[in-house]
């Protein structure tokens, strides 16, 4: 429980922590950190994930309004799983992918 706490939570905070003191200096920068949508709507069976992730939204919220008057970003994506429906093969040099983004309203969800 406090190792997924550390790792998706701390880790993220410590880490934003040291970059800033370079986005400072830099007078500027984007941070992006990585959650889930589990810590947006929550999942049964991943109570402490889904809080490490919520929190990690709750944060980088916080963040970004402390320092947005310094040119800094921060933003968080939150992927969900997205089922395989194609064949996966081995990438040759200039193979492109491409992926279309969408919002989970979009995808009834």
């Known amino acids: 429980m406090v ?5 998706n939570l701390l880790g993220s ?3 934003c922590k040291a970059a ?3 986005m400072i200096q830099q007078q ?3 941070i992006v950190n990585v959650g889930s949508i589990v810590g947006l709507k929550g999942n049964s069976g991943q109570s402490v994930y889904s809080a490490s ?3 990690l939204v709750g944060f980088s919220r916080a963040l970004a309004k402390e320092v947005a008057r310094k040119k ?3 933003n968080v994506v939150a992927p969900e799983l997205i089922p395989r429906t194609v064949s996966i093969r081995k990438m040759e040099k200039g193979d492109r992918i ?3 983004l969408r919002s989970p309203e979009q ?3």
Not at 3 to 7: A, N, Y
């Open 13 to 15: 905070m410590l880490t």
């Open 107 to 109: 995808h009834g969800t």
């Open 28 to 30: 500027g920068g984007s």
């Open 98 to 100: 491409n992926v279309t």
């Open 3 to 7: 190792s997924q706490l550390h790792t």
């Open 20 to 22: 800033m003191r370079t």
């Open 53 to 55: 992730k919520g929190g």
């Open 72 to 74: 800094i970003r921060v």
